[in-house]
Structures are given as C-alpha cells and as structure tokens.
C-alpha cells in the first residue's frame, strides 16, 4: 500500500491474526511454466539412492562370499614379495580397504545431513505446527547421539533411522582397517625329487665301519644333546634324496619312499643275581622268554662297569651267526670305598633286547633345512625274494649292531670292540647323569629299560641308514609345502562389515524412498541451510517483528510460542497463524486493548501525516504492537508508516 503524500506504508494486518502483518498476498504468483522446479538434492535422488544402496548390499554379501572362500582356501594367494618396496604390507592391508568403504561414509552422512535439514520443512508442509517442531527444530547443529534421542521423542523416525545408520558408519573403517591380515600359512606345491639311495646290503658291512659311527653317534647325542640325523625319525628310517632348490620357509616335503622299521624290543629281565665271590663277580639273568645269560666280570677294574653280550641258545635264530642274536646289556656299580677293603654294595642291572626289523613302502615328509625326518606313513609292507633285505641273504633278519663274530684283521677287530663298548657305556652315561633316576636305577629290575630302548633303537636306526641301502640315481615327484604369505579375511571383522554393509544398504534405500514421498509437499527453491533461503522464505510473513537480534533462544521461544506454522501452497513462504485459545500478553487489563490501539493509530496518522511526525507517535505505535512492557526503541529513520488494515481490492496481479 502506498500513500500519495508520504512514501509506502506498511505491510497491512491480515484476517489471520491480529498480532503481526504479513505480506504474503503480495507475494507475485507465477504460471505453472515459469514457476521453479522444487529444489532436489542430488544424493537423495533416486538414481543416486538405488545404485549406492544396492551397491552396500552387494558388497556385503561378496564379503561373505569371500570370507567363505578364505576360510576354505586358507585365504588368497599373494606375491611373497612386495613389489611397493617403500610401503609396509600392513598400511597395504588397511589403507586401501578404508580408502575404498570412506566414499559410503561420506555418501550417508551427506545424506543425513540433508535428511535432518529437511525435517522442518517437512513439519511445515504439514501445516499447523509448533514453533518447537518447525522454525527452532534443528537437528544438524547437535550431536548425532543426541539427534537420535531427540528424533526418537519427537517421532520423527526418518530422522532417528538415519541418524541411528549414520552412528554405525562410523565403525565401517575400523571394520575395514582390520579386515585383511597377511600370515604366513603353509602352502603345497607340485615339484621333484632325487633318490640318492635305494634298499640293500652294505657290501662293506663286516668292515664294521657304519656300525663303529652309530656307536659314537649315540654316544655324543647322550653327551651334547643330539636329535637325530637326517631322515632318521625316532624307530624309522628313509632312503636319501636330494632336496628340490629354491627358496622355503619353514618347508617340508613329502615323498612316496622306502622306509625300514627297527625296533629293540627291550625287557627287563625276569631274575637277575649278582655272585660277589673272589676273584671273579657273576650277573646272572633270565629273559621273559626263559632264555639265560651269565657274565663275568673282575669288579676290581673299575667301580662302573658295563657290556653287552649275544644270548645263546635263545629266539628265532639260536644257533645262527652271532650277529643277528639277542642280546643282553649288563651293568654293574659300586661305591669307591668297595674297591680294596670290601665296603660298600655292589649293585648290577640288565636288560634283554631282541631287535626287529621290517621294510614299507612309507610316505615321508622331511624338512627342507636340515632334513630332519618327520611323519612316516605306512603305505604297504615289502616282503619277498625282491631284495637282499627281505630276501636272500638277509631274509629281514636284523644285525643286532653290537654283538660280532671274532675278526683276524685287528682293525676290524678293535671297531667290534668299540661298538660293542661304546652303546651301553652311552645307557650308562645318560643313567647317571640323569639325576631323576641314577639313584634308582639299580634299585628295581627295569631301572634301565626305558633308557636302553631309546638309545639302542637310535642305534639300530642309524646301522639301517648306512647297511641296508645303497647308492642309486631316481627322479620321483614330491610334494612340497612351505610357509608363503597368504591374504587372509578375518571372520569377526570380515561378517561385522558384512552386515553392517547390508544393514545400512537396507535402510539408506528404505530411508532414501520413505523420504522422497514426504518430501514432496515441500516447495523449496533453493537449497536449505543459507540464510538468504531463510530470509526469502520468511521476509513477508510479519512475524519477525516479533524478534530482535539479541533474542537467546528462550526469548525466541517464548515470543513464537503463540504462533502456528506453515507453508504457503500457493507461494511456498512460511506462514503464521495465531494458536487457537491464546492470547498475547499485554500490560493493559482491558481485553479491547487492540483495538482501542488500532483507533489511537489511525487517528495519530491521520492526523500527522506529513513528514514532520513526531518520534513519540511512532513510539507509541510500537508499543501498542509490542506491548507496553516492551522497552521501546528510536525510530529515527525513514521507513514504513503503520496503518489499520485495508482488504486490498482485486488479485494481487491486478494491482499496481
């Protein structure tokens, strides 16, 4: 409205409230084709909605897949060595799977962020609402926590679902960052090996030689702590071959081989006597078989005294060649004191071993850095006139390694006699120095059984490994198997991502349609968030009168408090309308107080129309709108001049 003499008046008090004067009728109303198009944003459109969330989903559902196949695979197969010299395999691992799900953080969170912009607006379009649930709702200036617990009260439960989604994005890159472990896992691989002996007789044999080297082999396994050699394992032992080459960690390999079997069987001995008389002491023992033995020996010599002797008469091959006889280890002991004057209690102990042998076809697997045989798997006896093992001459009759037949060449001769010394003094040694038993072992029948048979059966092995094969050229294949880096997917990590992927996947679709179909009641041209928006949206609704800059967010409360709000269908601006039942408080205890102002300001305009109106006037007419509780303020500068409302006349396109 404008007045001839005096400038533009103010906006007039419209028939829907009597507090405040909008302007909104003068709001242009435009044809549909030259109306803007409803602002959309770009990631809550559909095309982007649809393809991110079905993308979430898939991607967790993949990871299951996946989490399926390196659990069954033992993970997935990688270079052993990393070609990026200068990163670690564990930035490698934690980086790139963050750096790949950071883009669907940020996707939902943008997302959120629009969704908790929009939610007053939405109110809004639904007319009548409070100023608490529209103009001084906001969700984006709080923490996402108290988002949730605020939109859960208020039901707005777009907002809730959103902001409860956009709290578990925040564990995806976590998830991410420890989903991929590089371990080291053995891993086989087809390859070839070379057979360096094959199965029979030393023709060396009676040179006594490798049975010379088993005895000291023993002897310094019991002094220094030996393991055993290379493919010897315990009672078995393998044919040689030669390694494949190349680089192994921690490999081993397994091969289709021959193996022989020995063991000592060792007993302790059913009876056993210890006859001091002079000049000769005599131990005399009975096996569990029955068979006896008797040895003599002169106590003077030493105070520790041991031997081994064939047993005569006794077992499978009584009468045979002494060499493949049982035999019986003997021990005696005594204090220092009974040398010379008789004190002290001689002691003596024996045990009776009857060794076997027996010859497989076994599947071996050894270590490829140092050749240390491991687990032996029996695949099928060998028997038969094939070998000079189990055949002829030897007809799987063991050597019992310690016991020989006299020898006219003294070199032989004198091995014969180391050997034959040196197995039990290796029993003897590792019984006294073995403070757990030494001072029982003669105290019972089978103090040293279990002593003997370790150390007799590791002799045997190693008379086996140099007396019943011989040198031989065979390519056979193998199987090797070595520790390589493996990628690996941690289950916990790996089915927390996957369905954290496909919780979210599910509800950004479910949140992105749900919010489509209420956000179109809402004419928003453009983007929410800027204060121009704001000031476009409001800058003809009158209530801001109402407020001034230095309001707290309770004075703006309480001043909106009487008010209802929406949108405008017509020009999209906010709207007010009066509370229905609530009235301003005013000072004046007349209830026709506005009206008794609204005459008192016609009549002053009236009659000070000029430019020459005083302060004082306006003042007045302030008060009157603003309560005469109200602190007034100068209007000193030029602008609109208060006026009763006039219903305009004619469509707001009709006027000038």
């Keep these: 409205m404008r007045d001839n003499d005096n400038g533009p008046l103010s906006p007039p008090l419209t028939a829907s409230t009597k507090n405040f004067r909008e302007s909104t009728h003068l709001i242009p109303t435009l044809k549909q084709h030259e109306r803007p198009k409803s602002y959309e944003p770009p990631q809550m459109r559909l095309w982007v909605v649809v393809p991110a ?12 897949v996946a989490l399926g196949i390196s659990n069954k695979n033992h993970g997935f197969s990688v270079k052993e060595k990393n070609v990026f010299g200068f990163l670690s395999q564990q930035f490698l691992t934690s980086f790139f799977p963050i750096l790949f799900v950071a883009p669907l953080v940020l996707l939902w969170d943008a997302k959120n962020w629009l969704i908790k912009r929009y939610q007053p607006y939405i109110n809004l379009s639904r007319g009548d609402a409070s100023a608490e649930n529209s103009l001084l709702l906001d969700y984006v200036s709080v923490n996402t926590i108290y988002c949730v617990w605020m939109a859960f009260t208020k039901r707005h439960w777009l907002v809730f679902i959103s902001a409860l989604a956009s709290l578990s994005t925040l564990i995806l890159q ?62 078995w032992t393998t044919a040689d071959f030669k390694f494949p080459t190349g680089d192994y ?21 059913t009876v056993l006597n210890l006859a001091t008389g002079a000049p000769q002491y005599v131990i005399s023992s009975t096996s569990n078989a029955g068979c006896p033995v008797n040895v003599t020996f002169n106590p003077t010599n030493a105070n520790q005294q041991y031997g081994v002797s064939g047993v005569d008469n006794c077992g499978a091959h009584a009468g045979g060649n002494r060499t493949f006889l049982p035999v019986f280890f003997w021990f005696f002991h005594t204090d220092a004191g009974a040398v010379g004057n008789g004190a002290g209690n001689p002691q003596a102990a024996g045990v009776f071993c009857t060794p076997t042998l027996e010859v497989f076809n076994v599947a071996a697997n050894a270590s490829l850095s140092d050749g240390s045989l491991g687990n032996v798997a029996i695949l099928s006896p060998v028997s038969g006139q094939g070998n000079n093992i189990t055949g002829s001459p030897q007809n799987g009759i063991p050597f019992n390694g310690v016991v020989f037949d006299a020898s006219p060449d003294q070199f032989t001769a004198a091995r014969a006699n180391a050997t034959n010394t040196g197995v039990p003094g290796a029993i003897m040694r590792s019984v006294t120095t073995n403070t ?58 790996g089915h927390a991502l996957a369905i954290v992927l496909i919780v979210i996947g599910s509800l950004m679709l479910f949140v992105g349609i749900a919010h489509r179909h209420v956000r179109k ?33 309770v004075g703006i409360a309480s001043k909106l408090s009487p008010l209802l709000f929406s949108l405008d269908r017509r020009s999209g601006a906010i ?28 009549e002053n305009v009236m009659r000070k129309r000029g430019a020459s109106s005083s302060v004082s006037s306006q003042e007045e007419t302030r008060m009157s709108l603003l309560g005469r509780n109200s602190n007034p303020i100068p209007l000193a500068q030029s602008g609109y001049l208060i006026e009763p409302f006039t219903p305009p006349s004619g469509t707001p396109d009709d006027r000038p």
């Design 53 to 64: 969330s079905a993308f979430m989903i898939m991607l967790g559902i993949a990871l299951e």
């Design 174 to 235: 976590p998830l991410a960052g420890a989903i991929f472990d590089i371990q080291q896992l053995p891993e086989p691989s087809g390859s070839t090996a070379q057979s360096i002996r094959t199965l029979g007789l030393d023709p060396d044999r009676f040179q006594l030689t490798a049975f010379l080297a088993a005895a000291g082999y023993v002897l310094a396994a019991v002094s220094d702590g030996l393991l055993d050699p290379p493919f010897i394992h315990n009672n």
């Design 249 to 269: 960690l921690n490999g081993t390999i397994s091969v289709n081989t021959t193996g022989i079997r020995t063991n000592a069987t060792c007993s302790a001995p």
């Design 436 to 493: 757990s038993i030494s001072s029982s072992a003669f105290d019972s029948l089978d103090g040293f059984v279990e002593t003997t048979s370790r150390i007799y059966t590791q002799h045997l092995a190693l008379v086996a490994k140099n007396t019943y094969f011989l040198p031989t050229e065979e390519t056979f294949l193998a199987l090797t198997v070595s520790l390589k880096p493996r990628l690996v997917i941690e289950p916990l990590a």
């Design 521 to 553: 009641g809402v004419f928003l041209a453009s983007p929410p968030g800027s204060i121009a928006s704001a000031v476009a949206l409001t800058s003809h609704s009158g209530f801001g009168m109402f407020l001034v800059p230095y309001d707290t967010d």
């Design 575 to 602: 709207v007010a309308a009066d509370r229905p039942g609530f009235e301003f408080s005013r000072g004046d205890s007349d209830p026709s107080d506005t009206e008794m102002n609204e005459k008192r300001l016609s």
